[in-house]
């Protein structure tokens, strides 16, 4: 981009070039028309009118435009005292926008890590709960599972609901060791038995 600089008009060279075009504009036609004719013996013609106020138009047009242009160069010099940011870098407004993004990715983080560390003191805390061996009767427990029944009525109906619970514990490890987990097809197992004759 550099060596294409001589390319690009700075705004010295745009005024002179404006600065032409006025002069041009504002010299007068009807001595350039007595330079470039003849003097003819017919009568002389009258001056277009038409043709002057063009050249009027344009000097007025030309004339708003510069102003338009001092106008809009003096609001450019406003701007830039009152907005500092308007001199940066476009690589500064990057790296200023950057940092403030990196700078809330941070603090995000850090109160991400917050959460996560306070939900992993929780898990850890109901995994230890959880983990825990009841402190039950080992005496009751013992006299379920030795099939006693008691006379009395009661205490019969909770050793007969103890041992159906027990054995429906027991009932994956027996369709384990039978090799029924995950069957979808029926299973038919017959396996000999030698009974003793007395």
């Given at each position: 981009?550099?060596?294409?600089?001589?390319?690009?008009?700075?705004?010295?060279?745009?005024?002179?070039?404006?600065?032409?075009?006025?002069?041009?504009?504002?010299?007068?036609?009807?001595?350039?028309?007595h330079?470039g004719?003849?003097?003819?013996?017919?009568?002389p013609?009258?001056?277009?009118?038409?043709?002057?106020?063009?050249?009027?138009?344009?000097?007025?047009?030309?004339?708003?435009?510069?102003?338009?242009v001092?106008?809009?160069?003096?609001?450019?010099?406003?701007?830039?005292?009152?907005?500092?940011?308007?001199?940066?870098?476009?690589?500064?407004?990057?790296?200023?926008?950057?940092?403030?993004?990196a700078?809330?990715?941070?603090?995000?983080?850090?109160?991400?890590?917050?959460?996560v560390?306070?939900?992993?003191?929780?898990?850890?805390?109901?995994?230890?709960?959880?983990?825990?061996?009841?402190?039950?009767?080992?005496?009751?427990?013992?006299?379920?599972?030795?099939?006693?029944l008691?006379?009395?009525?009661?205490?019969?109906?909770?050793?007969?609901?103890?041992?159906?619970?027990?054995?429906?514990?027991?009932?994956?490890?027996?369709?384990?060791?039978?090799?029924?987990?995950?069957?979808?097809?029926?299973?038919?197992?017959?396996?000999?038995?030698?009974?003793?004759?007395?």
């Amino acid at each position: 981009m550099e060596d294409l600089q001589f390319l690009i008009a700075t705004d010295e060279e745009l005024q002179d070039d404006l600065v032409h075009v006025c002069n041009l504009l504002d010299s007068d036609p009807s001595t350039d028309d007595h330079h470039g004719t003849k003097p003819s013996t017919e009568a002389p013609t009258v001056r277009r009118r038409k043709r002057r106020v063009r050249v009027d138009n344009y000097k007025m047009e030309v004339t708003m435009l510069r102003a338009q242009v001092d106008t809009l160069k003096a609001q450019l010099d406003h701007l830039k005292l009152t907005n500092p940011t308007m001199d940066m870098s476009a690589w500064k407004l990057a790296a200023r926008r950057e940092r403030m993004e990196a700078m809330r990715c941070q603090v995000e983080n850090n109160e991400l890590r917050a959460a996560v560390d306070e939900r992993e003191s929780l898990l850890e805390h109901m995994k230890r709960l959880l983990n825990k061996k009841p402190r039950w009767n080992s005496s009751w427990d013992e006299e379920w599972s030795s099939y006693k029944l008691a006379a009395q009525t009661s205490l019969r109906v909770a050793a007969i609901h103890a041992i159906a619970d027990r054995q429906f514990r027991r009932q994956n490890g027996a369709f384990i060791a039978a090799g029924l987990v995950d069957v979808t097809d029926d299973v038919i197992q017959v396996d000999s038995i030698t009974l003793l004759n007395k």
